[in-house]
């Protein structure tokens, strides 16, 4: 039974053998398409790869552009500063005037509820309302480097922005501290222009508030052969001074 049952055996396996090389030849013919879908959703990935990373690049572009308007715009804010006339938009000396009553009142009952003294002068200077504080004891008012200051006059603004529904560029200084913050930066301005000069290198300064760069920029715009330009973001907001 042994002999008879052995070619039995051998056609068996070879038919096996046959079947799995037809199974094999099939597979191989039906994995053809399979192979050429994924080859092209694999393409596919690609290229929508490719145009997300081109719509990315688009956007940083979009983003650097709109941050230079930006600043562009608040390099002319600095620069049109106390600039006569042209710094009134359109307001009238009577209501420039009118809204440095509302500021000087504001500071006065702030001054009360601090429990410190000090002397209120209204006026309109250069086309933009004032409010001037002296007396003595008054540094608390201006803070490190002006910054309590700073935003004093912001608070001051909005007071005088609820009564009268208009934006004020209102001026606010405590104990003469802007004039002679002032002068200081006027120094420091001519000794960056001097540098710059000599050197032909451009020269990036501390960072400053808006009214310290506006004070800087006065003074580097009057002189020849440079020019001033402000970069990055506040609180670090600072003026490069760079040959014209």
Known sequence: MTETSAPHAEQDDATVADGAADDRRAGTVDDEPTARAAAADADLDDEND?????DDAEDDEDDEDDGAEDDGAEDEEEAEG????????????????????????YIEGLLDI????????????????????????????????????????????LAVYRQTGAPSRLLLDVGGFRAGRRKELAAVARTAVDKV??????????????FERKCVHDVVNASDGVASESEGIEPSRRIVVRPA
Request: no cysteine.
């Open 50 to 54: 490719e145009d997300e990373d081109e």
């Open 82 to 105: 106390d600039a006569g006339d042209g710094g009134r938009r359109g307001q009238t000396d009577a209501e420039l005037f009118a809204q440095s009553e509302i500021a000087a009142d």
């Open 114 to 157: 601090l429990d410190m003294d000090g002397d209120i002068d209204e006026l309109v200077s250069a086309g933009r309302p004032v409010v001037e504080v002296v007396g003595g004891k008054l540094q608390g008012l201006v803070g490190q480097r002006g910054a309590t200051l700073e935003a004093l006059q912001e608070l001051t603004r």
């Open 197 to 210: 000069r000599s050197s032909g290198e451009s020269l990036r300064l501390e960072p400053m508030s808006a």
